[in-house]
């Protein structure tokens, strides 16, 4: 399993609980998991990190940007097209302004899907959004997991299943 992480996960992580200036043993852990092919992220989440100025800009520029996996593929765009048209046909469901921010190009979360989608490996996204059928306004990230059949788990739970220890 490789562990595709979401902006949200390293964002909440760098400015909440494991912010760099005492959570660093937490870094070395992630770059030490993206060496072993355990964990990496996607271009898009690179350039919303990058929108910031701030540490985790610092650290993602200087320690992790090998480990941002490129989205410029065809089958990537195909996945990212089909995942367009689903957005569309939830026009019943989600608000026009969800729908529209859901397809933004620069919205790194549609192609986190269509990076999972396209590669047919055992990719799990690692995000703090979570499931919500009643919400409206967000097309959240579990929500189009589940309706794809890929795997989705919060930060809690990747590091558990990778071993990490304080």
């Known amino acids: 399993m490789i562990y595709l992480i979401d902006s949200n996960t390293f964002m909440t992580a760098a400015r909440t609980f494991y912010s760099f200036d005492y959570g660093s043993k937490f870094w070395d852990f992630i770059k030490e998991q993206a060496k ?3 964990l990496a992220s996607i271009d898009k989440v690179f350039e919303e990190i990058n929108k910031g100025n701030d ?3 610092d650290w993602a520029n200087e320690e992790f940007s090998n480990y941002f996996l490129t989205t410029k593929e ?8 089909e995942l367009v048209r689903f957005a569309e046909n939830q026009g019943n469901h989600y608000t026009r302004n969800a729908i529209d921010e859901f397809m933004k190009e620069d919205n790194a979360d549609p192609w986190l899907i269509a990076y999972s989608l396209a590669k047919n490996k055992n990719y799990t996204i690692v995000t703090f959004e ?8 967000k097309i959240p990230i579990p929500n189009v997991c589940n309706y794809y059949k890929i795997k989705y788990c919060d930060l809690y739970e990747m590091l558990r299943n990778l071993n990490f220890r304080l």
């Open 55 to 57: 540490v985790l800009k």
């Open 36 to 38: 072993n092919n355990a």
């Open 130 to 137: 979570k499931a919500n059928e009643n919400r409206k306004n």
């Open 74 to 81: 065809e089958s990537i765009f195909q996945k990212y097209a």
